[in-house]
């Protein structure tokens, strides 16, 4: 391919705001040679729309502005009294934002709340809630 159509995939792909699309001859590349234009396309379609929805993610998160970064699988659960793991685990799949649930946590300084709740919030960031 020509340095001129190079250059008109890449301008088009950013007019277009499809920047993945600058990257097709590593698509090319991937593909099996018994492979058609279809199969280019869904690929450079699928690759795009990964990169959005990372990107997606990470703006909630940045956006949520958590004071740092806590997950369910860094939290010791043995500071837990009164609540089990399970229940803390069942908040994690974020089903009582679907349902309009709210959720309250109390306790004394140090057994874990805000840890749970930017995990959870984490979470949610990813199953694509805002935060």
């Known amino acids: 391919m020509n340095e001129l159509n190079r250059q008109l995939i890449s ?14 001859e590593e ?8 492979k058609g234009f279809d199969d280019f396309l869904v690929s ?17 998160i ?13 939290f010791d659960f043995s500071y ?4 089990s793991e399970a229940q803390i685990r069942q908040l994690a799949s974020c089903d009582f ?4 649930q709210n ?7 140090g057994r874990g709340k805000t840890h749970i709740s930017i995990a959870i919030g984490l979470k949610a960031c990813l199953l694509g809630y805002r935060v």
């Open 103 to 109: 959720v309250v946590m109390i306790g004394n300084p």
């Open 27 to 34: 698509v090319i590349r991937q593909l099996d040679g018994n």
């Open 44 to 60: 450079l379609m699928r690759g795009e729309l990964e990169n959005r929805q990372e990107g997606n993610r990470k703006r909630k």
């Open 97 to 100: 934002i679907g349902q309009k």
């Open 80 to 83: 837990l009294e009164h609540v």
């Open 11 to 24: 301008m088009y792909a950013k007019q277009l705001r499809v920047p993945t699309f600058n990257q097709y």
């Open 62 to 74: 940045r956006s949520a502005r958590f004071p740092y970064t806590k997950t369910l699988e860094e």
